[in-house]
């Protein structure tokens, strides 16, 4: 059985398989990533300025759908949108399911950080930009938010690395990103530990790229007086 | 110019001021001292509305209003002829000194960046920052921030600024540095409320004292005759305490 693991045709198979891996990596893994991930931006922003502002009613919204969401797994919340809805008369294809579960859950942790680095902010710098005459909506665009951001790079990098590997799960609602062509041939090769080394492997490679871009990222901000 | 009425607030169940007046000409410097806690950064922040008061009267500029149910608009049309530097600077992190003072003036008075560039470069000079005006605020010691948030509050040309004990959070080195400024902006004929516990400043710069303690105003008048001859025997109180300190210290443990 170890002979056949490490024959020629395990590396004939593994080279063969690399491109038919990595293009769904491309086409599929990483365009799902960065739409939800922009999405999730701009849920977490608006979830965390309606906390951080304590307007009424929007406040208490926020707070049922970060409960929701972050009480719920990802994988139950995937299957309720494409299996689940359905019974409703809701269908939507998979990719769309995918980005938008995927931007609601992402949506609802980078919405705590992003609500974490809005209090980090020191208040007084609010109260000077009243001073100088400052309207809220400016004193959080100009000043509070980008320095918010600065703190919650690199956290919110870190749920960027997560959501990269997370989108594996959408294999369960039939999307065809790296980790089902990757078990597609692993069914028809039977070689299932090399292959999942395989698209472990370029995994790593997608997160380990997104890890150098974080560092060039925080050095950028640092040179423009962002820290 | 200013004239606070009858001035009330209250956090929760402690009342913080019990009904404060007071009379600010223009040109004026008025120093106001008084032992912590007697409520003298309140009383600014309340008549800047940084905090909400709950009764009382303010006339600005000969417009009256009731401070328990002023507008939003009201506040922001009062602020634009405000200024108020803090005490621990609070200058926007993210700008340059040189951004710090524009920021105002390109925001909420719509200037073209060029024209607010050129003020806040004028105003840099005149606190003696110029040089700095890329540098980040983490870059600047705390004099030398509390210039630029003097700089950011001549910027809009205010009718008066308030200073909320400008030099408190400072290193004793420091502090001439940003006295000096004031002297200056004071001899210039700016109007000036200073929340202050520099009593040479008081003493030397202030054209009127207002003491106040326990969310009263004690005793207030002329600088010179408040230091010369106060009335009240709790003006001289803590006067003693603050020009002998070792006198009235408690005996240290060992």
Same mark, same amino acid.
């Given at each position: 059985?170890?002979?056949?693991?490490?024959?020629?045709?395990?590396l004939?198979?593994?080279?063969?398989?690399?491109?038919?891996?990595?293009?769904?990596?491309?086409?599929?893994?990483?365009?799902?990533?960065?739409?939800?991930?922009?999405?999730?931006?701009?849920?977490?922003?608006?979830?965390?300025?309606?906390?951080?502002?304590?307007v009424?009613?929007?406040?208490?919204?926020?707070?049922?759908?970060?409960? #929701?969401?972050?009480?719920?797994?990802?994988?139950?919340?995937?299957?309720?949108?494409?299996?689940?809805?359905?019974?409703?008369?809701?269908?939507?294809?998979?990719?769309?399911?995918?980005?938008?579960?995927?931007?609601?859950n992402?949506?609802?942790?980078c919405?705590?950080?992003?609500?974490?680095?809005?209090?980090?902010v020191?208040?007084?710098?609010i109260?000077?930009?009243?001073?100088?005459?400052?309207?809220?909506?400016?004193?959080?665009?100009?000043?509070?938010?980008?320095?918010?951001?600065?703190?919650?790079?690199?956290?919110?990098?870190n749920?960027? #690395?997560?959501?990269?590997?997370?989108?594996?799960?959408?294999?369960? #609602?039939?999307?065809?990103e790296m980790?089902?062509?990757?078990?597609?041939?692993a069914?028809?090769?039977?070689?299932?530990?090399?292959?999942?080394?395989?698209?472990?492997?370029?995994?790593?490679?997608?997160?380990?790229?997104?890890?150098?871009?974080?560092?060039?990222?925080?050095?950028?901000l640092?040179?423009?007086?962002?820290? | 110019?200013?004239?606070?009425?009858?001035?009330?607030?209250?956090?929760?169940?402690?009342?913080?001021?019990?009904?404060?007046?007071?009379?600010?000409?223009?040109?004026?410097?008025?120093?106001?001292?008084?032992?912590?806690?007697?409520?003298?950064?309140t009383?600014?922040?309340?008549?800047?509305?940084?905090?909400?008061?709950?009764?009382?009267?303010l006339?600005?500029?000969?417009?009256?209003?009731?401070?328990?149910?002023?507008?939003?608009?009201?506040?922001?049309?009062?602020?634009?002829k405000?200024a108020?530097?803090?005490?621990?600077?609070?200058l926007?992190?993210n700008?340059?000194a040189?951004?710090?003072?524009?920021?105002?003036?390109?925001?909420?008075?719509?200037?073209?960046?060029?024209?607010?560039?050129?003020?806040?470069?004028?105003?840099?000079?005149?606190?003696g920052m110029?040089?700095?005006?890329?540098?980040?605020?983490?870059?600047?010691?705390?004099?030398?921030?509390?210039?630029?948030?003097?700089?950011?509050?001549?910027?809009?040309?205010?009718?008066?600024?308030?200073?909320?004990?400008?030099t408190?959070?400072?290193?004793?080195?420091?502090?001439?540095?940003?006295?000096?400024?004031?002297?200056?902006?004071?001899?210039?004929?700016?109007?000036?409320l200073v929340?202050?516990?520099?009593?040479?400043?008081?003493?030397?710069?202030?054209?009127?004292?207002?003491?106040?303690?326990?969310?009263?105003?004690?005793?207030?008048g002329p600088?010179?005759?408040?230091?010369?001859?106060?009335?009240?025997e709790?003006?001289?109180?803590?006067?003693?305490?603050?020009?002998?300190?070792?006198?009235?210290?408690?005996?240290?443990?060992?």
């Amino acid at each position: 059985m170890l002979e056949q693991l490490f024959s020629s045709r395990t590396l004939d198979v593994l080279i063969e398989a690399f491109p038919k891996i990595l293009l769904p990596g491309l086409t599929v893994t990483i365009p799902l990533t960065v739409l939800a991930f922009s999405f999730a931006m701009i849920i977490s922003v608006v979830v965390a300025l309606v906390q951080f502002a304590q307007v009424p009613v929007l406040r208490q919204l926020a707070r049922f759908y970060i409960w #929701i969401i972050r009480g719920t797994p990802l994988l139950v919340q995937l299957f309720i949108v494409f299996y689940g809805l359905p019974n409703v008369g809701v269908v939507i294809d998979a990719f769309p399911t995918a980005v938008i579960v995927f931007s609601i859950n992402e949506g609802a942790y980078c919405a705590e950080t992003m609500r974490a680095a809005l209090e980090s902010v020191p208040k007084g710098q609010i109260e000077a930009g009243y001073c100088v005459g400052m309207s809220w909506l400016q004193i959080m665009r100009r000043i509070v938010l980008p320095q918010a951001l600065r703190t919650a790079f690199p956290p919110l990098s870190n749920s960027l #690395i997560g959501m990269v590997k997370d989108t594996s799960l959408a294999a369960n #609602i039939t999307v065809a990103e790296m980790f089902m062509s990757t078990q597609r041939i692993a069914s028809r090769t039977y070689l299932f530990l090399p292959l999942y080394c395989e698209v472990a492997l370029i995994y790593l490679i997608f997160c380990t790229v997104l890890t150098k871009i974080q560092h060039l990222g925080e050095k950028y901000l640092n040179a423009r007086g962002f820290q | 110019m200013l004239q606070v009425e009858n001035l009330h607030k209250a956090f929760g169940e402690l009342q913080v001021l019990k009904g404060v007046s007071l009379t600010v000409e223009k040109g004026d410097v008025v120093a106001i001292l008084g032992p912590s806690g007697s409520g003298k950064t309140t009383l600014l922040r309340c008549i800047n509305f940084l905090e909400k008061a709950d009764s009382g009267r303010l006339v600005f500029d000969g417009e009256d209003f009731d401070l328990g149910r002023i507008t939003r608009r009201e506040i922001a049309r009062l602020r634009k002829k405000t200024a108020f530097v803090f005490q621990n600077y609070n200058l926007f992190r993210n700008k340059t000194a040189l951004q710090n003072v524009t920021e105002g003036l390109i925001t909420a008075r719509k200037m073209p960046k060029a024209q607010a560039e050129a003020i806040g470069l004028q105003m840099l000079e005149k606190v003696g920052m110029a040089d700095r005006r890329d540098y980040f605020p983490h870059q600047l010691s705390g004099g030398q921030q509390q210039r630029v948030a003097i700089a950011r509050a001549l910027a809009t040309s205010p009718e008066i600024i308030y200073f909320d004990e400008p030099t408190s959070a400072l290193d004793p080195e420091l502090i001439g540095e940003v006295l000096a400024v004031m002297r200056q902006l004071a001899a210039e004929g700016m109007t000036m409320l200073v929340v202050t516990h520099e009593m040479s400043f008081a003493r030397e710069v202030s054209s009127k004292v207002i003491f106040m303690e326990g969310g009263h105003v004690v005793e207030q008048g002329p600088s010179k005759e408040f230091f010369a001859s106060p009335k009240e025997e709790r003006t001289r109180a803590f006067l003693r305490r603050i020009t002998h300190p070792e006198e009235t210290a408690a005996p240290s443990a060992d």
